[in-house]
């Protein structure tokens, strides 16, 4: 069956059930249906659960099943009597209709209702959207009214956001026509994942938070040289009117009906890569083991999710799951793409080193890591058996296979029960992070750069340099960097597969979110807002009879 039909054949059982099983009563609810809740932030309680952040290898155009494992993980661990919720971001729509489809997990490990969460959900990524336009269009009207005082911006750093995938935004002009059409100015389209009001939400630890954050949002630079914010412009509050119930984690079910708590969703490539901080703590409030997970690959989301995340809301995972794939190491291994489903034992082999160098990273975070490999139907048993030795021989890594796509909870016993013996027996360090928030920016992001993605050198362009002066002048520097970069290599090259060393990684520009607190280092061709592929998934998603068709 496809991933619609196994949802069309999963009886949902009503919300207010599925929040019972982890006690929270159902006059708590901020019913969305009667499947979907939001969860008020009054629920937030002491988080002593274990929390286990899945992360992978690099990533193919096709995933690597990251989603998957982490909702397969939640049912195991649930099937085998602990009791488990499942943290993860909300799907975009750029994508979805784009590159890849549905991204609610698959097969048997699915979060559900899986178009809903797909296609629209609660609309908190529309409330982002909006509230992210509302400060450009505020911030135009400021501009247009106060002109004739002699007001004006020397830089615009504002730009505005669409969750829909479009190249043809990337780079626009506005207020043409006649003056009564505002100040004519260039101007662009991120798409929504990348706002900072995305971060800003999935890093803020309450609503005062989340207002602070706003107001600190930097919208650009007078002639004088000083910075202009939200604070500045005076709208932080209506802001926060947008933002009220986006703030809220969302509670939906599993195929198994399970709780999955599902929120916020930056990219990893163009962002932080991490689902919200407070749905996350309210999983650790509510459950003895949490899973969540960081996007793409271990270069990208796991780092992400260590240096920012970790570092500014003090938590620490207790494990690290890595996912890896015999398609993904045949690819980092040299097979050709159209081949990577063919069986090829050499191709595997030498496509490890890609998995090596994420575990050794992983490692230098503290992090104690198991090894799930998802198993497709094309792969050989010789495949399977030269994975397990090389990651119990060689890595010296806990090695299980994850079947939870074909059978569910069951499927994924093994991989549960595996998690709870490491984790009782050898648990993660605390975290040793990457660098010092005393780093200076350049510091931090060579460290990365070279520690963590192999680069022998780090150039910076002219206006990621003044970009950084820019930051430090107005003590900026002690912010965490986030570095944008292709999902597909650990350089910036999107070609260069397997395990890339001693190149030049180029920061051609640099990004200040001062109200999410970090500094956005925009590495090689990388582009905010992505593009529709020739054959874009929209072109096969479709509403008949009742039923939609494609998202899978």
Not at 12 to 21: K, M, N, S, Y
């Amino acid at each position: 069956m496809t991933d619609l039909e196994i949802a069309h054949n999963t009886t949902l059982r009503p919300i207010e059930d599925v929040a019972g099983q982890i006690g929270i009563p159902a006059e708590k609810l901020e019913h969305y249906g009667k499947h979907i809740a939001k969860l008020p932030l009054d629920l937030l309680g002491e988080q002593k659960g274990k929390l286990i952040l899945v992360t992978a290898i690099t990533a193919t155009k096709a995933g690597i099943g990251k989603t998957t494992v982490s909702i397969g993980l939640a049912l195991g661990l649930n099937h085998i009597g602990k009791k488990a919720v499942v943290a993860l971001r909300e799907p975009s729509l750029g994508p979805c209709f784009g590159m890849k489809g549905g991204a609610a997990g698959g097969g048997h490990a699915q979060v559900l209702p899986m178009e809903k969460i797909n296609l629209h959900f609660t609309g908190d990524f529309h409330a982002i959207t909006s509230a992210h336009n509302m400060i450009s269009a505020l911030l135009d009207n400021y501009l247009y009214q106060h002109a004739k005082d002699g007001f004006g911006l020397k830089e615009i750093l504002w730009r505005r956001v669409l969750d829909v995938n479009d190249r043809s935004l990337r780079s626009i002009v506005t207020g043409l026509g006649p003056a009564t059409n505002g100040l004519t100015q260039q101007a662009g389209f991120d798409i929504t994942p990348a706002s900072e009001l995305m971060a800003i939400l999935c890093l803020a630890a309450d609503e005062a938070d989340l207002r602070r954050r706003i107001e600190n949002i930097l919208l650009g630079y007078t002639y004088a040289g000083e910075p202009f914010t939200v604070k500045d412009l005076g709208v932080a509050g209506a802001i926060m009117v947008l933002l009220k119930d986006a703030i809220q984690p969302n509670l939906v079910q599993t195929t198994e009906n399970t709780p999955a708590i599902v929120h916020g969703g930056p990219f990893a490539n163009i962002a932080h890569g991490c689902n919200s901080l407070l749905a996350t703590k309210m999983a650790l409030s509510h459950s003895d083991y949490t899973i969540t997970e960081a996007g793409f690959g271990a270069d990208l989301g796991a780092e992400k999710f260590y240096d920012i995340l970790c570092r500014k809301s003090g938590l620490q995972p207790d494990l690290t799951v890595i996912v890896a794939t015999a398609q993904g190491l045949k690819m980092h291994g040299g097979v050709t793409l159209d081949q990577i489903k063919e069986p090829n034992v050499e191709g595997l082999r030498s496509g490890l080193a890609n998995l090596d160098r994420h575990v050794a990273n992983l490692r230098s975070f503290g992090q104690t890591v198991v090894v799930v490999f998802n198993r497709f139907v094309t792969d050989t048993d010789e495949e399977m058996a030269l994975l397990k030795h090389h990651c119990e021989n060689e890595l010296h890594a806990p090695f299980v296979i994850n079947n939870a796509y074909t059978d569910g909870g069951k499927g994924a016993e093994e991989m549960a029960r595996l998690v709870v013996e490491t984790l009782e027996q050898t648990p993660s360090a605390p975290l040793q992070l990457a660098y010092a928030d005393s780093d200076s920016i350049r510091t931090k992001i060579e460290k990365v750069a070279k520690q963590i993605y192999g680069a022998a050198t780090v150039s910076f362009a002219k206006p990621a340099l003044n970009r950084i002066k820019l930051a430090e002048a107005h003590g900026m520097s002690v912010f965490p960097v986030c570095i944008a970069k292709t999902q597909f290599s650990f350089s910036a090259d999107a070609t260069r597969y397997g395990v890339a060393e001693g190149f030049d990684l180029l920061i051609r520009d640099v990004v200040i979110n001062a109200g999410a607190e970090m500094i956005v280092a925009i590495a090689g061709d990388i582009l905010r807002m992505p593009g529709l592929p020739r054959d874009p998934q929209a072109n096969h998603i479709d509403y008949v009879d009742g039923e939609i068709t494609g998202l899978s």
